[in-house]
C-alpha cells in the first residue's frame, strides 16, 4: 500500500515536471530573452544601435529597428549565424560586407534563430513600446490569468467552459494593437466588463506594466 502511495506521489511529481518544461514561451518573447543576453551589448535592447559596447566598434551596430524591415528571414538568418554571408548579393549586400557583427552559427539552434528573427520582426512592426519586463510579465501571467486567457493567451483558459466567458484573445494583434498600452494597464487594474477582473491592490503598476509587454510580445 505504502509503495503505491509513493509511487503515486512520483508519477504526479513527474506530471508537473513535464507541464512545466512543455510550457512554450512565445518566440518573440524567446527571441527578446536571447536578445539581451547576446546582441543588446552592442544593438541596445531597443534594437537601435545604441548598445553598451556600441561605442567601442569600429563599424556601428546596425539600427535593427528600421534596417530589417527589408530584410527576408533567409537572409536575416544568413546574417545573424554567418552561413552564407558571402552569397548576399544585390541591395541586400549593403552594410554586410564588415566582420564586426559576429557569427553566431555555433551559439544558438534553428529555433533560437527563428526565435530571434521574431523578435527582430516585432523591433521593426511593433505599434507600441515594452514598458515593464515581460520575463516578469509571463510569471505573472501564468499565476493570474491564465486560468480564464490560456496557456498560450488566445483567451480559452479552463475558466471558460465553467463561467461561460469568452476573454480577450491575447494572441490577436487586430484585438491588441487597437489598444493602447495605457488602455490595457487600465482595463487590467480596474477590471473590464462583468468577468475581466479588477487587479489593483493585488497587482502593482509595475506588475502590470510588465503584462502589458507580456501580451505585447504574445500577439506578435
Ligand atoms: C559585438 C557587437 C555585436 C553584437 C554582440 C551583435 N551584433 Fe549585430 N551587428 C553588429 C554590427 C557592427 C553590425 C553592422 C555590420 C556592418 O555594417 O557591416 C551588425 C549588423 C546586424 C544585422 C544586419 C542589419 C541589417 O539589416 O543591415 C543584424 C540582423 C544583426 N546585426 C543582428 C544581431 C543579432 C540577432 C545579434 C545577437 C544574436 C547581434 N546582432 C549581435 C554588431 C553586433
Ligand atoms: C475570470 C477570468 C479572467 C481572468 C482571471 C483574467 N481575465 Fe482578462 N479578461 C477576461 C474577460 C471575460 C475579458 C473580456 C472583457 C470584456 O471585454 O467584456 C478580459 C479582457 C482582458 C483584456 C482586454 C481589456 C480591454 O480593454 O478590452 C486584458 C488586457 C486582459 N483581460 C488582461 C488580463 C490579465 C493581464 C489578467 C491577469 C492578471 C487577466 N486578464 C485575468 C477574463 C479574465
Request: proline residues 5%.
Amino acid at each position: 500500500m505504502k509503495v503505491w502511495i509513493y509511487l503515486g506521489v512520483i508519477a504526479v511529481f513527474y506530471i508537473f515536471e513535464i507541464s512545466e518544461v512543455s510550457a512554450n514561451p512565445p518566440p518573440a518573447y524567446e527571441g527578446r530573452r536571447l536578445f539581451v543576453s547576446y546582441c543588446q551589448l552592442c544593438h541596445g535592447v531597443g534594437g537601435k544601435g545604441d548598445g553598451p559596447l556600441a561605442k567601442a566598434m569600429k563599424i556601428e551596430p546596425a539600427d535593427l529597428t528600421t534596417t530589417v524591415r527589408s530584410r527576408s528571414d533567409t537572409i536575416l538568418r544568413k546574417i545573424i549565424t554567418g552561413e552564407g554571408r558571402q552569397t548576399i548579393t544585390g541591395r541586400d549586400r549593403h552594410n554586410l560586407l564588415s566582420e564586426a557583427m559576429p557569427e553566431w552559427k555555433d551559439v544558438f539552434s534553428d529555433d533560437q534563430i527563428n526565435a530571434l528573427i521574431a523578435y527582430l520582426r516585432f523591433l521593426s512592426n511593433k505599434k507600441h513600446d515594452l514598458m515593464g519586463d515581460p520575463e516578469v510579465g509571463m510569471r505573472l501571467y501564468a499565476k493570474y490569468c491564465q486560468v480564464c486567457h490560456g496557456e498560450e493567451g488566445d483567451g480559452n483558459g479552463i475558466m471558460t467552459n465553467l463561467i461561460g466567458i469568452t476573454p480577450m484573445d491575447h494572441t490577436n494583434p487586430n484585438e491588441t494593437n487597437r489598444l493602447d498600452n495605457e488602455t490595457l494597464v487600465k482595463s487590467i487594474l480596474d477590471g473590464k466588463g462583468r468577468f475581466m477582473p479588477a487587479w489593483r491592490g493585488i497587482l502593482s503598476r509595475s506588475d502590470v506594466e510588465a503584462l502589458v509587454s507580456y501580451i505585447r510580445l504574445l500577439s506578435n
